[in-house]
């Protein structure tokens, strides 16, 4: 949970059992925890992705959370179909597989390997089995696909 003031909590999307630390009292948003969430902002804004407040504010929280308590995740390439031309746009790309599409938020990648978010309601790994909104997975750069608008949604911006 993350207490915005007296009234107003935020749940995270992440289990007690997926954190490598628990705060056992009160933690305050440090200046690495602001340096990541305004990373964040800025980069979804520069995208032009159309999203409600409440919604950038529920991926920026969890993104920083993921950040700083999310343990490390395992790599899972093999779902996702390789690309010729990969990468992400303004840390945005999206993973496709034969089951379909979605789109994730790179938080931390080096030189082959980025860990995601999921910022799509779901993304399907095999038939039984998905990732949820906000939950990370690790891939290899070359099952990004970068993030591009709709010309549609591009033209109405301009």
């Known amino acids: 949970m993350l207490s915005l003031g007296q009234n107003l909590q935020f749940k995270t999307a992440y289990k007690s059992k997926c954190l490598t630390t628990m705060p056992t009292d009160k933690q305050w948003f440090s200046m690495e925890d602001s340096a990541h969430y305004v990373n964040l902002a800025e980069q979804l804004q520069a995208s032009y992705i ?29 779902y996702f179909t390789e690309q010729t031309h990969f990468g992400a746009i303004h840390q945005l790309a999206s993973l496709e597989n034969e089951l379909g599409k979605g789109d994730v938020i790179v938080l931390e990648q080096d030189a082959n390997v980025a860990t995601c978010m999921v910022i799509s309601t779901s993304l399907s790994l095999i038939n039984d089995k998905q990732l949820a909104q906000f939950e990370l997975i690790k891939v290899m750069k070359n099952r990004l696909i970068p993030f591009i608008l709709q010309s549609t949604l591009l033209s109405q911006s301009a």
């Open 50 to 78: 159309n999203l409600s407040s409440a919604e950038l504010t529920q991926i920026l929280i969890n993104g920083v959370a993921a950040l700083v308590f999310h343990k490390p995740v395992a790599l899972r390439s093999w």
